[in-house]
Structure formats: C-alpha cells, structure tokens
C-alpha cells in the first residue's frame, strides 16, 4: 500500500492543560489514519468484521515523541510502509506539523478471530492491498 497522509486539527479536548496533545491522543490519531488508509484501499475494517469475523488489534506500540503539537494545530498523520505477516502488519506511521517531524510511532497489529480471539491469518484481499 502506497504511503497514506491524514491531515487532522488538533482541538481543545486533544490536548492536556499546558495546551499540548496529550500523549494517548497520538494512539487515537494514528488509529484513525490506519482506518482511513485502509478504507481507501478498498479494504475498510468493517467489511473484515462483518463479513470474516476477524479483526486487528495492537499488539505491540514503540512512540518516539520529538516536538510538541499544539492546540489548533494542522497535522498530518503519515501512514505506511506496511510490513506482512501470516497473521501479523507492522506499520509506521509519522506525524508532522508544518512539514517538521513531531513524532514517529511503529506498531505491531494481530489479525483475530471475533469467536475467540485465536490467531487468524490476513485474508488475500487485505495482504494484497497491504502489499501493494
């Protein structure tokens, strides 16, 4: 999958008191760029939970923090490469604000069964979206 970029606003309630995107939020944003840029692929969770049963879910988060993001700022979240698994996505993403880097976040993603939570491999459509 081609690098995807999210660009988002930074809000009041993302932020901690000193104004300043508190921590967490930056798992929220880069959750919602990795369901944005499957959904462009052709590929949206949905379809892989209400037509498989399967899910992916974090297994693994390393975060490098490297500037502040401030209130009512623009970002862009930075999606991609992907790396695949039989049953496992490893993925970068980058956030940036005004063309600097602010943060760098590499996660580790597990595809499940919903009916027990085992191990599932990614089905072909999903590897080969991811792949591409």
Request: charged share 30%; with cysteine; aromatic share 8%.
């Amino acid at each position: 999958m081609r690098v995807f970029r999210l660009k988002l606003r930074v809000y009041y309630e993302d932020t901690d008191a000193g104004g300043i995107v508190y921590h967490a939020r930056y798992l929220a944003f880069a959750e919602r760029a990795r369901t944005e840029a499957l959904r462009e692929a052709g590929v949206p969770h949905d379809e892989l939970v209400t037509q498989l049963g399967l899910i992916f879910v974090v297994r693994r988060v390393e975060m490098d923090y490297l500037r502040p993001v401030r209130l009512d700022a623009e970002a862009i979240v930075e999606t991609g490469p992907w790396a695949l698994g039989a049953a496992t996505v490893d993925v970068r993403q980058r956030f940036e604000v005004a063309g600097e880097d602010t943060g760098r976040l590499r996660i580790g993603l597990a595809c499940v069964r919903l009916s027990d939570g085992r191990p599932a491999r990614i089905p072909q459509r999903w590897r080969e979206a991811l792949a591409e």
